[in-house]
């Protein structure tokens, strides 16, 4: 389905991001893109939203939506079929709970444990997140980082020794929990993929080698993240956000 009406204020590498993109690939929506540069972007997404400083941000027939929770929402509404919804009452309710969780919880533990070898590989930090942007854009960011390292790492809970403890035990808890959920059927709800599947993958998504260029990691990977997510390559759940991805993420 075309509908160029749709612009989606993203940046380029986010899982929170990810997971409006998945749902408007899964609808069949072309878009645009207008990719900000962590940082920089407070100011634009700020001036768009009215106040909020996150992405992503939805715009779409004159209205702006902010967090991928809610532009899920909007586009389910608007947007039917394929659904995202279980049809089913309960099951619904399921979904939308697990995705709940998974964006207070989930979400930022995998972020923080991320960005623990991040803001230690600016020049890769750099590739992440303005790989394909023009070449001063990228050598004025790159410059930057040094400057902003304090205020990035505490802005993604790097400088508090209990936050980062925390979020790597929510992390290995989240891998075993999906492990376990889905040990008798793909899906985390009912048996058709749903919300819950996609918030679950996408959030995981960082911590998992991935081929879809929405998520494939730049090459030159430091040895310090390869060590990182060489603690869940081998895990059932890592091959589940990997199946996800190839059955259910269109292109």
Known sequence: MANHEIVLHQFRSSHFNEKARWALAWKGLEHERVTYLPGPHRGPISKLTGGATTTPVMAFNGRVTAGSAAIIDALEAAFPDPPLYPADTTARRQALDLQTRFDAEVGPATRTVAFTVFVKELSYLTRVFAGDGPR?????????LPVVRPIMAKANGVTDPANV????????????????????????????????????????????????????????VPPAFQRLVAEWKDHPA??????????????
């Open 238 to 251: 890592t091959a589940w956000v990997q199946a996800m991805y190839r059955d259910f993420r269109p292109a």
């Open 136 to 144: 001063l854009k990228r050598l004025a960011y790159r410059l930057a």
């Open 165 to 220: 403890a925390g979020a790597f035990d929510i992390t290995r808890r989240t891998f075993d929990q999906i492990a376990e959920m889905t040990t008798e059927s793909r899906f985390l709800v009912g048996d058709t993929f749903s919300v819950a599947d996609l918030t679950a993958a996408a959030l995981l998504a960082p911590l998992v080698s991935l081929s879809h260029p929405d998520m494939r990691r730049p090459d030159d």
